[in-house]
């Protein structure tokens, strides 16, 4: 009965110890205010080399291209620090707009929309479309388009272009996918024809893949990229005479040569032809990248434990509530046990990542928002688990207990507690394994955990198969040795009956 309490003080321990952790490590996209401070956040969508890209080398988790090394230099010249912190494009301008950065730099260009919701600098860079096909396809001019499917990433000039082709040229199908290496992946796949893609960009890609070709789309105006800044930013001033300065001082020009006249980009080190077809496994061109997946099982293993803790306290308490006697607080728990059961975990993750800054204005991290939700959800299952444990206790006990005159509380925490723990330790386990696995689903929302580590290099290295098997085997070694020290543990408490 001794180990069910020390049982309930270590997961207690293991909660608050995770909670200072996740206070300092939930800072992904976290409120940028204005400028009395010494950090500026940047924020960024790296699957644009040259521009932007995770360097993913030797376990590093660095985003690194022509965009940040400007930013540095701008931030140095102001006295700034720099925060890079990373977004799907299409989610740049709203996290300007929900200040949670203090500016943008992606490539973006300074199109009339934007300037309707965001300011920016005067233009750094200067970059024209490109159609990128399969070489011998011979889809090189927009006209050839026609009646093909055709890959932009969403909520970019190059998506806008697409469309205005579209206009022209017959039976043009759009698929517009979140990531440019997924866009080109998509081409490899053949699940589409080309993709539109800028220039500079569109040369480290077809580099890596000599399968693939590019070419300029003829008579065109070239669109220049700039920095973008929340609505009258006060630091659009002083960048724009750096800016200048790095321009008049020849600074810029050397970061362009550094950048666009390097032949390799992003995941090119392995230049390998990616094989079509056939069953090619190559784990040798992951081998430099472990490190920096291994590096999310830590983050992965808190975010369970915490979950996994806060979730047996918040169950605990709402199977209290279930068998209180108390007719309200019965149904109230019953009710929120169905809703939470009855929907989607991934559908609360979102609702909870996206909606918590909209409602209360506390700008959520991706972090938190997992372990919220979790929390709520898996105090669903467990309320129910523990229900059925605390029942299970023989009523002779509680009968007893209230004879001698020991107070309900005391005698659910003394005796039926502990007990009803032991025996619904196996249920726990499981409801942990399942958590564990099914924090891969935070990824979605932005947490760089096992898995998304996996599809990080998988887009550096343009390879997916071999990190998401190495992913996989993380996971299950991790589970395993979930279940052989669970299995321990409730040897430990039936010997010490
Ligand atoms: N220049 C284009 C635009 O402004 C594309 C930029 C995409 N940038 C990126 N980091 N993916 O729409």
């Not at 009258?232 to 002083?238: A, F, I, N």
């Not at 589970?479 to 010490?496: D, H």
Request: hydrophobic share 45%; no cysteine.
């Amino acid at each position: 009965m001794k180990q069910g309490r020390v049982l309930i003080f270590t997961l207690l321990f293991i909660a608050i110890l995770a909670i200072s952790r996740i206070a300092g490590l939930g800072n992904s996209l976290q409120a940028a205010s204005s400028v009395g401070k010494d950090t500026l956040t940047m924020v960024t969508s790296p699957d644009y080399p040259p521009y932007e890209y995770y360097d993913t080398q030797g376990g590093e988790r660095n985003i690194v291209g022509f965009d940040i090394d400007i930013a540095n230099a701008i931030a140095q010249q102001l006295g700034f620090k720099l925060k890079v912190m990373e977004s799907d494009f299409n989610g740049l301008i709203p996290a300007l707009q929900g200040n949670r950065a203090d500016f943008v730099m992606a490539g973006m260009t300074p199109t009339e929309q934007r300037k309707k919701n965001v300011d920016f600098s005067i233009t750094y860079y200067e970059a024209k479309d490109t159609i990128v096909a399969p070489k011998g396809s011979n889809i090189k001019k927009p006209q050839d388009l026609s009646g093909k499917k055709v890959g932009v990433q969403l909520g970019t000039i190059q998506e806008q272009n697409a469309k205005k082709i579209a206009q022209k040229v017959a039976g043009i199908q759009l698929k517009q996918l979140n990531k440019v290496p997924e866009v080109i992946q998509e081409i490899k796949s053949q699940r589409i024809d080309a993709a539109i893609v800028e220039d500079t960009v569109a040369k480290g890609f077809a580099q890596a893949n000599p399968e693939l070709e590019f070419n300029i789309i003829p008579k065109q105006e070239v669109a220049g990229s700039a920095i973008a800044f929340p609505k009258s930013s006060p630091l659009v001033e002083p960048f724009n005479k750096v800016l200048q300065k790095l321009k008049d001082k020849g600074e810029l020009e050397k970061l362009v040569t550094k950048w666009f006249s390097r032949s390799n980009t992003a995941g090119t080190s392995s230049t390998a032809a990616v094989p079509k077809g056939g069953f090619n496994l190559d784990f040798t061109r992951i081998i430099p990248d472990i490190p920096f997946i291994l590096q999310g099982i830590p983050l992965t293993l808190l975010f369970t434990g915490l979950s996994v803790s806060l979730g047996l306290i918040w169950g605990t308490v709402l199977s209290l509530l279930k068998i209180s006697g108390i007719k309200p607080l019965g149904w109230v728990a019953n009710a929120y046990t169905s809703i939470f059961r009855g929907t989607p975990l991934l559908l609360q993750l979102a609702l909870v990542y996206y909606a918590t800054p909209q409602l209360t204005g506390y700008d959520i991290s991706a972090l938190q928002a997992g372990v919220f939700t979790f929390t709520l959800n898996s105090g669903a299952y467990m309320s129910e688990t523990i229900r059925g444990g605390i029942q299970a206790v023989d009523k002779g006990q509680s009968e007893a207990a209230m004879s001698m005159g020991v107070s309900y509380w005391l005698m659910m925490w003394d005796i039926i507690l502990p007990q009803a723990l032991k025996n619904i330790l196996p249920a726990l386990v499981n409801e942990t394994i399942g958590l564990l696995k099914d924090s891969a689903l935070v990824s979605t929302v932005g947490v760089v955990e096992i898995l998304r580590s996996a599809q990080i290099v998988g887009a550096n290295k343009y390879i997916y198969f071999e990190p998401l098997l190495f992913a996989g085997l993380i996971y299950y070694v991790l589970v395993m040795g979930l279940t052989k020290s669970a299995s321990v543990l409730e040897r430990r408490l039936r010997l010490s009956e």
